[in-house]
């Protein structure tokens, strides 16, 4: 399999997570990209994001939500995506919840860069949106042991904000998201996925 990905995107490291805790990681070639102006991304994905998997007989699969349910099945099912009941409402939901924070928070990085900044409408949405979806996760009892979609999808929020803002510090006054963070840092699948900038930094 390859994975097209940026390793600024939250989104793809969500599938590295995922393939790392699924014992897959070793079957996927990583091919780094731009989605921002990489031609042979759009004529595989109409929509030209990252993450986009190629699967050995060249299926294409995007979006991330859509790749790590392929991941689970692959790897035997139910484990990542539990098969059904509150665990696996749970896990939908945290995924979707970290998915939508973890929009707002490179559609607000992509707005604080832009030269000169410029004031953006939307900016307090997202910056509203973040900082509540963090909250709702302070309240959730997040695994240190087994890995869900809901803690994958916790793990690439946070990852981001840390990675993005280091200067702002989402631990403040949430003590259990604090804890659970500083307890994965050294978990394989975190540690091997780390984000970091390209020579050119692509939006967002
Ligand atoms: N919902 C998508 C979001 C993917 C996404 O937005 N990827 C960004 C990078 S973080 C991207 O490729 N942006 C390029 C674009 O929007 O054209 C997923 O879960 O895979």
């Known amino acids: 399999m390859q994975l097209w990905l940026a390793f600024t995107s939250p989104f793809a490291r969500k599938v590295r997570i995922a393939a790392h805790e699924l014992g897959l990681a070793g079957e996927i070639e990583l091919v780094e990209t731009d989605p921002w102006t990489d031609a042979r991304l759009r004529a595989v994905n109409p929509l030209a994001k990252v993450p986009t998997l190629i699967l050995e007989d060249g299926e294409v699969l995007y979006e991330s939500s859509a790749i790590c349910d392929h991941l689970d099945e692959r790897a035997g099912g139910g484990r990542l995506f539990p098969r059904s009941g509150r665990e696996r409402r749970r896990a939908l939901r945290l995924q979707g919840l970290t998915d939508g924070a973890a ?22 949405r997202f910056e509203q949106a973040i900082a509540a979806s963090l909250d709702a996760i302070e309240t959730e009892s997040l695994s240190k042991d087994v890995f869900t ?13 840390d990675f993005r803002w280091p200067e702002r510090d989402f631990r403040a006054g949430r003590p259990a998201l604090s804890d659970w963070w500083t307890a994965m840092a ?15 930094d692509p939006l967002p």
């Open 103 to 124: 929009t707002a928070a490179g559609r607000l990085f992509a707005a604080e860069r832009r030269a000169p900044p410029q004031l953006d409408p939307m900016t307090p």
């Open 149 to 161: 979609m809901a803690e994958v999808g916790v793990a690439c929020l946070l990852g981001y904000l």
């Open 186 to 200: 050294d978990r394989p699948s975190i540690v091997a996925t780390a984000h970091r900038l390209p020579a050119v």
